[in-house]
């Protein structure tokens, strides 16, 4: 069964830092580029960020640039997401989602991440 | 950045009807458009992609159409099941968008 599962979020102060995980099973993770993907409470979905599946190059939503960080250990087939200088506006739920000829074809069931003192 | 705008934000349909759901794309994607599903307390789901290329295991009541910059998500005979949020998304260019999302609600 092709599964992506989350983990990582919980509660962590303004200014803070945060590293979420995404385990891949049911798939060869290595052929597949991934991405993550956000959704504030009550609000819309965001595309955070992109990376190729060799992990050679990434891009990022201006939101997040310079303050995330996305990447992947290939062997271990898991994805990664450093989130650093975190702010009360990231507070959302975190899908890791494969990339499939365009579309985010298999998500997460996601993780919760609330930035508040 | 490419804005996808959607409307309605929120329909309240009742079940067999209709329902048409659009997306504007402020500027064209070609056919680089897609559709999901999210239902409560659920991730997304892919529903349709490349404006109507169907997906499998999901019901052929969905359907989609368009091209450029006007896309448009049909659901043929509305069921409860089908109570959820709906979002575009284009991948045309980054940073990939979605659409704000359009709830349909069961009456």
């Known amino acids: 069964e092709v599964q992506l599962v989350e983990s990582g979020g919980g509660l962590v102060q303004p200014g803070g830092s945060l590293r979420l995980s995404c385990a891949v099973s049911?798939?060869?993770?290595?052929?597949?580029?991934m991405n993550w993907v956000r959704q504030a409470p009550g609000k819309g979905l965001e595309w955070l960020s992109y990376?190729?599946?060799?992990?050679?190059?990434?891009y990022y939503a201006d939101s997040v640039k310079g303050r995330f960080t996305i990447s992947r250990d290939n062997p271990k087939n898991s994805l990664f997401l450093q989130m650093n200088s975190l702010r009360a506006e990231d507070t959302a739920v975190y899908y890791c989602?494969?990339?499939?000829?365009?579309?985010?074809?298999?998500w997460g069931q996601g993780t919760l991440v609330t930035v508040s003192s | 950045e490419i804005v996808l705008t959607q409307s309605p934000d929120f329909q309240s349909v009742t079940p067999k009807e209709k329902v048409t759901i659009t997306c504007r794309a402020s500027?064209?994607?070609?056919?680089?458009l897609h559709w999901y599903q999210q239902k409560p307390d659920q991730s997304p789901k892919l529903l349709i992609k490349?404006?109507?290329q169907s997906i499998s295991g999901v019901p052929s009541r969905f359907s989609g159409s368009g091209s450029g910059t006007d896309f448009t998500l049909t659901i043929n005979g509305l069921e409860a099941e089908d109570a959820a949020a709906y979002y575009c998304?284009?991948?045309?260019?980054?940073?990939?968008?979605f659409g704000q999302g359009t709830k349909v609600e069961i009456k």
């Open positions: 998304h284009q991948s045309s260019r980054l940073p990939a968008t």
């Open positions: 990376i190729t599946a060799s992990g050679i190059t990434m």
């Open positions: 490349y404006v109507s």
């Open positions: 049911g798939f060869t993770f290595n052929n597949f580029e």
């Open positions: 500027q064209s994607i070609g056919t680089s």
């Open positions: 989602a494969r990339s499939y000829w365009g579309t985010f074809d298999i």
